[in-house]
């Protein structure tokens, strides 16, 4: 009977062995590891094993974080990114996927940055699944290089693509500037449709200023410089005076979005064309763009004189004219008049957000 006393004991001391050499097989995978490894207990938190490269990410010497929960630390961790790490260790403890997150820590330099892809795995250390006792793993690996290689693909794709679309937008201007040209060949050879075609070669020509502006540059279009761009091609067109005043505060920051540049330019055009064909023949047209601090107004000027009884709001929407600037206008974001002020014809059109936008 007497060697079945000794037996629990001998078993003891057994275990004693091989969990000492499980935690030596441990501590030799941690140190040749080629990432940040340590292991915490739990619910103690108390970090028990780890790395030259854990005590890397974690900010200190391995003799100040062995042996002591988080809190406790006298590391280069911030008591936010200690009380943040705490939170991940509870997180990965109640979710057995664990915890994944991106870290950034300051480089050796204290100028640069390292970035730390890190992961925070639960792991049951006894038999007991009821047991609230276990140990958490901490694996970290630097990604530095990898988010920089990352970012610099990103970088070199966006400004691929940049390019696409700026050629593409050169080639659909020299289209649509081809295709004016056309019309205004056929307009001499056929005389009785010269008006009519005359009124499609300002519209494409407008279009065609809209993807000319966005040649070389990326985003929403001055709107500043687009009305410039469809004033000149216009008084090209008729050879007619146009002069553009641009006043107000900080013009050069009010942009239109992509949707609503061809309708503006178009509109602009349609403004212009209307009053160099019904204005005085020796009298500049005047173009004024206004920016005010939550809009912009548009006034094309002209010496000449409505009809009697003119009314705008009887005018039925066309394809060109009149009808074209109240169909292509957002009816929310705009309002358009036309008025007699002493000899002169004032057409106003009056833009606000989110037709237009004011940047910065």
């Known amino acids: ?99 994944r997150r991106e870290v950034v820590r300051p480089g050796a330099d204290g100028l640069s940055s390292r970035v730390w892809d890190m992961r925070l795995v639960s792991a049951n250390t006894t038999d007991d699944e009821a047991s609230d006792q276990g140990q958490i793993l901490l694996v970290a690996a630097e990604v530095t290089d990898l988010r920089a290689a990352e970012q610099e693909r990103f970088d070199a794709a966006i400004a691929q693509r940049g390019m696409l679309v700026q050629e593409v937008h050169h080639r659909i201007k020299n289209n649509l500037q ?27 020509q407008a279009i065609a200023q809209v993807y000319g502006l966005q040649v070389g540059t990326s985003g929403p279009v001055g709107l500043a410089g687009l009305l410039t761009a469809v004033a000149t091609s216009v008084q090209k067109t008729f050879n007619h005076p146009i002069e553009v005043q641009i006043e107000g505060e900080e013009p050069q920051r009010w942009r239109l979005p992509e949707a609503e540049s061809i309708p503006v330019a178009l509109t602009a055009n349609e403004l212009l064309t209307n009053a160099i064909k019904h204005g005085s023949a020796d009298a500049a047209v005047r173009c004024r763009f206004t920016a005010g601090p939550a809009d912009i107004v548009l006034e094309i000027i002209s010496r000449s004189r409505l009809r009697e009884g003119f009314d705008l709001a009887a005018v039925p929407s066309g394809a060109s004219g009149l009808g074209l600037v109240r169909a292509l206008l957002p009816r929310r974001a705009a309002e358009f008049s036309l008025r007699q002020v002493g000899d002169e014809v004032v057409a106003r059109v009056l833009l606000r957000p989110p037709a237009v936008r004011k940047d910065g």
């Open 178 to 204: 081809g295709v004016a040209g056309l019309l205004q060949q056929a307009s001499a050879r056929f005389p009785e449709v010269a008006p009519i075609l005359s009124d499609a070669v300002g519209q494409l």
């Open 1 to 99: 009977m007497l060697p079945s006393r000794g037996a629990p004991h001998g078993a003891s001391q057994l275990d004693a062995v091989r969990g000492a050499r499980a935690q030596a097989s441990l501590q030799r995978v941690l140190e040749t590891a080629p990432m940040a490894m340590a292991l915490f207990e739990w619910p103690s938190r108390r970090l028990v094993q780890l790395n030259q490269l854990a005590a890397e990410f974690l900010q200190g010497p391995i003799e100040a974080l062995s042996g002591h929960p988080p809190a406790q630390w006298q590391t280069g961790l911030s008591p936010a990114d200690r009380s943040e790490f705490d939170a991940s260790l509870e997180l990965a403890a109640e979710f057995p996927p664990g915890v």
